[in-house]
């Protein structure tokens, strides 16, 4: 079983900054590829960054420019640095992870989420 923890969402104004990461952590093989999505109230659940093992990375449009996503060196996190943000960025956001396990399984794991709130 394959773990996801986030951390450092919170409350920020317009036009301020906030980093979150995740750690994968239990029987990892190999990670294929991690990334962030949110959902906001009313919405449905979307993309909002991807990377690969490769290090390929893929941003919705509304993100392009202002959030980048990013690897540890260890490879079983992804950082998501958001800069420039607005209050239609106000969301739950989760990490998700898709990869192999040490059992010769696939997983595609999900983090519990963590609150963003961009006030005007």
């Known amino acids: 079983q394959v773990q996801l923890v986030e951390s450092g969402g919170g409350l920020v104004q317009a036009g301020g900054s906030l980093r979150l990461s995740c750690a994968a952590s239990?029987?990892?093989?190999?990670?294929?590829?991690m990334g962030w999505y949110r959902q906001a109230p009313g919405k449905q659940r979307e993309l909002v960054a991807a990377?690969?093992?490769?290090?390929?990375?893929n941003y919705a449009d509304s993100v392009k420019g202002r959030f980048t996503i990013s690897r540890g060196n260890a490879k079983n996190t992804v950082y998501l640095q958001m800069n420039s943000l607005k209050p239609d960025d106000t969301a739950v956001y989760y990490c998700?992870?898709?990869?192999?396990?040490?059992?010769?399984?696939?997983?595609?794991?999900w983090g519990q989420g963590t609150q963003v709130s961009v006030s005007p």
């Open positions: 239990g029987s990892i093989l190999s990670i294929y590829a």
């Open positions: 990377i690969t093992s490769g290090g390929s990375t």
């Open positions: 998700n992870a898709r990869g192999s396990t040490g059992w010769g399984t696939v997983f595609d794991s």
